[in-house]
């Protein structure tokens, strides 16, 4: 079964910067395209960020020019940069993946997800 686990994050103030990592205990990790979802508090889990096979980064319209999504191919690891946060960022982030051709989460069973919190 894969496992995907989430870490780096944190509190932080508004303004404030976190990276956060997602390892993938996956065969042909270059293979799919990868992504991050967030779920805020009595929110449902959205969609944010992916980064294509071939390395081109998509993102929603909250998070455009603030986050920048990266990949480590060999590493087995996606990253999310985020920068000036802001205290709806708020959430619980999660990463998954899309097989190609296909915008539905790949994994039924997602990691633990690591925790932002943005507050003053």
């Known amino acids: 079964q894969v496992q995907l686990v989430e870490s780096g994050g944190g509190s932080v103030l508004p303004w404030g910067s976190l990276t956060l990592s997602c390892t993938a205990s996956?065969?042909?990790?270059?293979?799919?395209?990868w992504v991050w979802y967030r779920q805020a508090p009595k929110k449902r889990r959205e969609y944010i960020a992916g980064?294509?096979?071939?390395?081109?980064?998509n993102y929603v319209d909250s998070v455009q020019g603030r986050f920048t999504i990266s990949r480590d191919n060999d590493n087995r690891t996606v990253f999310l940069q985020m920068n000036n946060l802001k205290p709806e960022d708020t959430a619980v982030y999660y990463c998954?993946?899309?097989?190609?051709?296909?915008?539905?989460?790949?994994?039924?069973?997602w990691g633990q997800g690591t925790q932002v919190t943005v507050s003053s």
């Open positions: 996956v065969n042909i990790f270059s293979w799919y395209t």
């Open positions: 980064i294509s096979a071939g390395g081109r980064p």
């Open positions: 998954n993946a899309y097989q190609p051709g296909s915008s539905a989460p790949t994994f039924n069973s």
